[in-house]
């Protein structure tokens, strides 16, 4: 059974750092897609960052470019969101998630695109 848990969540001030985890069991970190989403009050989910299969391509929302960057670490099995220059349209649960495909492709930020999914982790940013 696959499980997704996200941590390192919480307040920050606008142009602080933030990093956030996602320990999986069930599934490996490096053997398919892996992405990160998040959902603010009253909006819609929106892809985030995601990446694919080990070595391959790295996805980013237009918004959080050059600002957060999507790593994993094969030997915790874990997959990274380091968020930079935060800003408070940042402010979201966040959450992780997954799918049993090497290549996320070309539909990466669409929720419809992944099978597992984390509870998510709060982040507020304060101007």
């Known amino acids: 059974q696959v499980q997704l848990v996200e941590s390192g969540g919480g307040s920050v001030e606008a142009g602080g750092s933030l990093r956030l985890s996602c320990a999986a069991s069930g599934y490996t970190v490096d053997s398919a897609c892996m992405g990160w989403f998040r959902q603010a009050p009253g909006k819609e989910r929106e892809g985030v960052a995601a990446?694919?299969?080990?070595?391959?391509?790295?996805h980013y929302a237009d918004s959080v470019k050059g600002r957060f960057l999507i790593s994993r670490d094969m030997d915790k099995n874990t997959l990274y969101l380091e968020m930079n220059s935060m800003k408070s349209e940042d402010t979201a649960m966040y959450y992780c998630a997954a799918v049993d495909q090497y290549w996320c492709g070309g539909s990466w930020y669409s929720m419809t695109r992944y099978d597992y999914w984390g509870r998510g982790t709060q982040v507020t940013v304060s101007s």
């Open positions: 990446m694919d299969r080990r070595g391959g391509t790295t």
